[in-house]
């Protein structure tokens, strides 16, 4: 396995190359589309990874894979935090990176928020297995999350408590 840090500014170019790799092989993954991140400049890019903490996973082949952790500003919602556009390159797959990368944002999040939020398409049973290990319970399931051409996807709504007391 690759080692994973937190990706800066000056890793910009390889976050897009990459980011925009899972929206185009799996666009009912994310709620972001390939269409419109593709329309943003590098600089766009470069603004996401100074506002989130984005953790990527490199190897000899550069970037492999990443997850983002948001936390908003709003006082009332400051409290939880959302895992948000974990992908790993197909080609790296079944090392151990997205187990890695989810670590990363749990501990990144740990002293930041109490509850730590995610939403991952019904269908893929492996990354929820990979979540539920992580400690992530369901909650819910959004039946119609997203809309892929004429086509609905579910969406199953995970939480990680970090702050055991509540």
């Known amino acids: 396995m690759g080692s994973i840090r937190r ?20 666009p009912e993954a994310f709620g972001a589309s390939w269409e419109s991140e593709a329309e943003q ?3 766009w ?19 492999v894979g990443a997850a983002g952790l948001f936390m908003p500003d709003s006082p009332k919602l400051r409290h939880k935090g959302t895992l948000w556009g974990a992908y790993v390159r197909p080609d790296a797959r079944g090392k151990g990176i997205g187990t890695a990368l989810i670590s990363a944002v749990i501990d990144h999040a740990t002293s930041r928020v109490e509850d730590l939020n995610l939403s991952v398409g019904a269908t893929n049973t492996r990354a929820i297995r990979r979540y539920e290990a992580a400690g992530f319970m369901p909650y819910g399931l959004e039946p119609r999350a997203l809309k892929v051409g004429e086509q609905y996807h579910a969406e199953v709504l995970m939480i990680l408590n970090l702050n055991r007391s509540g």
């Open 41 to 43: 400049p590098l600089e």
């Open 7 to 26: 990706l800066e500014a000056q890793d910009a170019a390889a976050f897009r190359a990459l980011r925009l790799d899972g929206l185009a092989r799996h």
């Open 45 to 63: 890019f470069s603004a996401t990874l100074k506002t989130h903490a984005v953790f990527g996973a490199q190897d000899g082949d550069g970037l």
